[in-house]
Structure formats: structure tokens, C-alpha cells
């Protein structure tokens, strides 16, 4: 692989990634799916283990996510392309979430790991796993919220 074919890579796994947490944040199913490859693996660390499979992966994130506000940064991506059609990846995480009541809300940094596969000429997610160094949770009283504009 040349090195301009190399850079090319790395720009379109940036790109896909940047796609990911879009589709995530506004909650677009039908292309969030289309970012992994059909038996992906998604493990986010929680109790539940990994996840395989795209329409899997969509369900489960849907079901956890469906009505939370979200804000999710994938940042400093440490991109190695192992072979013409696979690479992997580091990425630094930060993401919040609010949940529709107002009241709760998480904000968590740490680390995606990701393998990818180039499939049919596009890149595609083969697995994601996050780890997460810090997570702060807050739960506010009803006498600390305010509605924006309540004032």
C-alpha cells in the first residue's frame, strides 16, 4: 500500500467515525447500522457483555438510548491500517447524556477500540469497545431544576 493510499484510508475511517457519532447523537438508526459491518461487535463495558451483529447492535443502542440526549466526541484517533481492507484504531471518548426528565445526566470520557474492515469499497466498523477512565453522574433535587427560559 502507498503512502498516499494509506492517508486515504485513514481520512475515510476519520469520516466514518464522524458519521458513527452523528447518527448516534441524532439517533439515525437505519445509517448507524450501515457504519458496522453485518457481524460487528459492539461491547461498551456494561453488564450486558457484547453485543454482535448490526441489527443487534441497533437494537440494543436504541433501547438503552432512545430517549436520552446525547453528545458524543470520538477525538486524537491513533489510526494504524493493518492491510488494504482492515485498520484499527484508539480514540479518545467523550460523551454526555441527559435524560428526558431533565434530572439526570452522565458525562464519561475514555477510550474507543475499534477494528475495522473495508467492505464493498467502504469502511466499516468490525468491532468497538469502550473503556472509560471517569464517569460523573448527577441527579438533580427538584428544588435545583429549571427548565431553560424559566427564569
Given at each position: 500500500?502507498?503512502?498516499?493510499?494509506?492517508?486515504?484510508?485513514?481520512?475515510?475511517?476519520?469520516?466514518?467515525?464522524a458519521s458513527y457519532c452523528r447518527?448516534?447523537?441524532?439517533?439515525?438508526?437505519?445509517?448507524?447500522?450501515?457504519?458496522?459491518?453485518?457481524?460487528?461487535?459492539?461491547?461498551?463495558?456494561?453488564?450486558?457483555?457484547?453485543?454482535?451483529?448490526?441489527t443487534e447492535i441497533v437494537a440494543?443502542?436504541?433501547?438503552?438510548?432512545?430517549?436520552?440526549?446525547?453528545v458524543h466526541h470520538a477525538l486524537?484517533?491513533?489510526?494504524?491500517?493493518?492491510?488494504?481492507?482492515?485498520?484499527?484504531?484508539?480514540?479518545?471518548?467523550?460523551?454526555?447524556?441527559?435524560?428526558?426528565?431533565?434530572?439526570?445526566?452522565?458525562?464519561?470520557?475514555?477510550?474507543?477500540?475499534?477494528?475495522?474492515?473495508?467492505?464493498?469499497?467502504?469502511?466499516?466498523?468490525?468491532?468497538?469497545?469502550?473503556?472509560?477512565?471517569?464517569?460523573?453522574?448527577?441527579?438533580?433535587?427538584?428544588?435545583?431544576?429549571?427548565?431553560?427560559?424559566?427564569?
Amino acid at each position: 500500500m502507498n503512502q498516499l493510499d494509506r492517508l486515504t484510508a485513514i481520512e475515510e475511517v476519520k469520516r466514518l467515525k464522524a458519521s458513527y457519532c452523528r447518527y448516534l447523537d441524532t439517533k439515525d438508526w437505519k445509517h448507524l447500522a450501515a457504519c458496522f459491518t453485518e457481524d460487528g461487535v459492539f461491547d461498551h463495558g456494561g453488564e450486558q457483555g457484547a453485543v454482535q451483529g448490526r441489527t443487534e447492535i441497533v437494537a440494543f443502542l436504541s433501547a438503552q438510548v432512545g430517549d436520552v440526549q446525547l453528545v458524543h466526541h470520538a477525538l486524537m484517533p491513533e489510526i494504524e491500517i493493518t492491510a488494504a481492507d482492515s485498520a484499527t484504531a484508539i480514540w479518545g471518548l467523550e460523551d454526555r447524556l441527559l435524560w428526558p426528565d431533565g434530572r439526570r445526566s452522565l458525562h464519561a470520557y475514555g477510550h474507543y477500540h475499534e477494528s475495522y474492515e473495508k467492505v464493498d469499497g467502504q469502511w466499516k466498523i468490525s468491532l468497538s469497545q469502550v473503556s472509560q477512565l471517569r464517569v460523573d453522574t448527577a441527579v438533580m433535587s427538584s428544588s435545583d431544576w429549571k427548565m431553560p427560559g424559566s427564569d
